[in-house]
């Protein structure tokens, strides 16, 4: 994506198999997305579910140096957030003309071999 300018739209369209991080219960479950840690976006928190659906559009200006989109998913507790597990997507791997990224993205655990869920995203580049 070097070089490359326009908006991102991403949406978050839902997760499954998330981790549980509650002792009791389900995870109450939001996603943060962002390029850079300074404008984070973030979707609605959906209670006592670990297969949550959002589907939730946020849009992004894209520059120069934005080669990762972030997804970090949390859930959300009285006393603050417990992290579920993150994931980050190389957007200079995807070739945009052919159409959009739309994938489940894994949240790895341990070197990768586990995993803490899939967060279902859609991508899609506009000049």
């Known amino acids: 994506m070097s070089g490359s300018h326009g908006n991102l739209e991403v949406t978050v369209i839902e997760a499954r198999h998330l981790k549980d991080q509650d002792i009791v219960g389900k995870n109450d ?30 849009t992004f200006n894209l520059s120069r140096n934005h080669d990762d989109l972030h997804l970090h998913v949390y859930d959300d507790d009285a006393v603050g957030k417990d992290s579920i597990g993150d ?41």
């Open 29 to 58: 479950a939001f996603v943060e997305v962002y390029l850079d840690k300074d404008y984070k976006q973030r979707t609605k928190t959906i209670q006592n579910n670990n297969d949550p659906q959002w589907n939730e559009k946020f």
């Open 87 to 127: 994931a980050k997507i190389d957007l200079k791997k995807h070739d945009f003309s052919k159409g959009p990224f739309d994938e489940w993205v894994k949240l790895p655990a341990l070197l990768g071999l586990r995993s803490k869920g899939e967060v279902h995203v859609k991508i899609e580049h506009k000049q």
